[in-house]
């Protein structure tokens, strides 16, 4: 039980952050790349006013996954710099934050462009 | 032909189909949801080998982005993406998909300005607006906070 | 020498003769209900090349070698060769025909191409400018998907109005004399723009220039839709053959059951899950060269009107929020050489 209860929370939050964006594609005509902005952005706002940590800690990864978290994390970040150097962790915070995610994507993109061509079904 | 480019909206909205938004809703829901349950899986798992909470949840994120990755190249992320929607494109696996989709589509042009700068096409504008963000939200927590 | 008939119909008095037509095409085109109509189909959609671009320029130059191959004829003995496809600065035709040494005219009409290379190929010929020469248009699904959309394996959701760009080419080559078909008559078409701004719904944006296009040639020909085999348009798919019908139904022309599109039947819809149907200028190019063409050469079918749509928009203005401005060209074409429509 104590694993199937956060895979849960995880999944049903997540799922439900997920069902927005599709609501907002099949309804705005948002184009996926707007989306996936504001849904940064927003994190960042939410994370900002304290809000979104709480979704973090009660469904983990169904919070921290969805790009909400990102800028959620970029927000944590600024935070915490900002208490610990001051006014230059207003620039250094958010990068910081996600380092690791962006530098794994880069890398690993890169690798993906060695090791395969585009292909078509 | 005499038609205001307001009657041919309607008209084109009607001769139009809508997208199977219930469908797309439920496969987005369980696929999403299925990711996000996948990298709290990890996230135990790490937090199990005595990782920090917040380590582990960072290593959870890199193991979604290598498993996204890995996918693209093998040209399945797309075919998932295809019924999932927003649930393959609202997880940071989306934000990896369109960094890899783009390295392997425009290395034909080169490793410098192919890949090498159209990597971000798609993911440079979330980087540019969330890192502005936290810098406004550093701005105002600097002073007030 | 040509002369015109109403406003906007150009009537050819010595009608060019379609020679052969080839058609090329690649997997998707294979597992579609026209597998047969195509000459070479290669299902490696990179046509054994390293990118899609030259891809795209091997289909063109195989369409023309098939062509040419079919009628008999030499490269030197075209006199000139109408050409165009997707890419950026039609680099596809460009590049594709370059070994050629024929005299070259790059015709940009997007997915109306096979129409306008069709017309401006014929209008040289019945001057007695040309005694030969080849029109040719080509699309591929990758290089118009990097171009004007996005990377293949990213993971997008296309929506049920989007259109699946063909890997297909299609070449004609024509002559002062010859057989039947004849290209009798042709109505160059207007820009027309009725503000659509989806991206994904270019049958919609494109329906009214054809209507506009169809309108005029029934009206400076007298006319009407069941005086023909079929009216056939290029890529307008489900929604805009929809919007076509209705649209000309306003006008008092019914074309209700003379009209087909090349759209859906290049592809099974349903099976191929290939949403409002095909498009991109191989797509008509394919179905004429491959299909409809070949069927006028048998006596199946005689007298068909063939209009070409085409979206004049790139990616760069409708970022900026232009509508999609669209164009249709129409080629009268018959298996008699004089009598019929016009």
């Known amino acids: 039980m104590d ?102 994507a880069v890398v690993l993109s890169l690798l993906s462009a060695v090791l395969w061509k585009s292909k078509i079904k | 032909m005499n038609m205001s480019p307001e009657e041919y909206d309607k008209l084109a909205k009607k001769a139009s189909p809508n997208s199977p938004f219930l469908k797309n809703l439920i496969s987005a829901f369980l696929i999403g949801g299925g990711i996000c349950a996948l990298g709290q899986g990890f996230l135990l798992w790490y937090q199990r080998l005595g990782i920090d909470r917040d380590t582990a949840s960072a290593w959870a994120s890199i193991t979604l982005v290598f498993l996204s990755i890995l996918l693209t190249g093998l040209d399945l992320y797309d075919s998932i993406a295809k019924v999932a929607g927003a649930g393959t494109l609202v997880p940071i696996t989306g934000f990896a998909n369109s960094m890899s989709s783009a390295a392997i589509e425009f290395k034909s042009e080169g490793w410098v300005l192919g890949l090498g700068a159209k990597m971000f096409i798609i993911a440079g504008p979330v980087i540019v607006y969330g890192v502005s963000a936290s810098v406004i939200y550093g701005i105002l927590y600097y002073i007030f906070g | 020498m040509a002369h015109r008939i109403g406003k906007y119909t150009i009537v050819l008095d010595q009608p060019p003769s379609i020679l052969a037509t080839a058609a090329i095409g690649s997997k998707k085109e294979r597992e579609g209900p026209l597998e047969k ?40 003995e075209i006199d000139a060769i109408f050409a165009g496809d997707l890419l950026n600065q039609c680099v596809g035709s460009s590049y594709g025909l370059r070994e050629l040494g024929i005299p070259f005219m790059g015709v940009y009409g997007a997915c109306s191409t096979m129409a306008e290379s ?166 008509s190019a394919g179905v004429m060269c491959g299909h409809i063409l070949p069927l006028m050469r048998e006596d199946t079918l005689h007298e068909i009107v063939f209009v070409a749509t085409g979206a004049l928009m790139n990616p760069t203005v409708v970022q900026q929020g232009e509508s999609i401005a669209s164009i249709a060209h129409l080629v009268y074409l018959s298996t008699k050489k004089e009598g019929g429509a016009v």
């Not at chain 3, 098939?66 to 490269?75: H, I, M, N, W």
């Not at chain 3, 059951?257 to 859906?264: A, P, R």
């Open chain 1, 3 to 104: 694993l199937f209860i956060p895979l849960l929370r995880a999944f049903v939050v997540g799922g439900i952050l997920c069902g927005i964006g599709q609501l907002l594609i099949d309804f705005t005509k948002l184009t996926p790349a707007r989306i996936l902005t504001g849904y940064v952005v927003t994190g960042v706002i939410l994370g900002g006013i304290g809000v979104y940590q709480k979704l973090v800690d009660f469904a983990g990864a169904g919070a921290s996954v969805p790009l909400l978290g990102f800028g959620n994390l970029l927000a944590k970040g600024v935070r915490e710099a900002v208490a610990e150097q001051g006014m230059l962790g207003i620039l250094t915070g958010g990068f910081t934050a996600c380092a690791g995610g962006i530098a794994a």
């Open chain 3, 118 to 283: 069709l017309l401006g190929a014929s209008v040289f010929l019945d001057s007695g400018a040309l005694n030969r020469a080849v029109a040719c248009t080509s699309s591929h699904f990758c290089a118009a998907e990097r171009q004007y959309r996005f990377p293949l394996e990213y993971g997008g959701q296309r929506t049920p109005t989007a259109q699946w760009t063909a890997t297909a080419a299609g070449a004609a080559v024509l002559g002062k004399d010859g057989p039947s078909p004849y290209v009798r008559a042709v109505t160059i078409g207007t820009i027309e723009d009725l503000g659509i701004t989806d991206a994904n719904n270019m049958g919609a944006a494109m329906a009214p220039a054809a209507a506009v296009t169809i309108q005029r040639f029934m009206e400076d020909t007298g006319k009407k839709p069941s005086d023909f085999d079929l009216v056939i348009t290029g890529d307008l798919g489900k929604v805009g053959s929809d919007l076509v019908r209705d649209l000309l139904l306003r006008e008092g022309i019914k074309l209700e059951n003379s009209h087909t599109d090349c759209g859906l039947m290049l592809y099974d819809l349903e099976k191929q899950d290939m949403h409002a149907g095909g498009s991109g200028c191989g797509c």
């Open chain 3, 37 to 76: 109509s195509f000459d070479f189909i290669c299902d490696d959609p990179y046509f054994e090349q390293d990118s899609w671009e030259k891809a795209e320029s091997i289909m063109q130059t195989k369409a023309v070698n098939t062509a040419l191959g079919k009628a008999g004829l030499q490269p030197q």
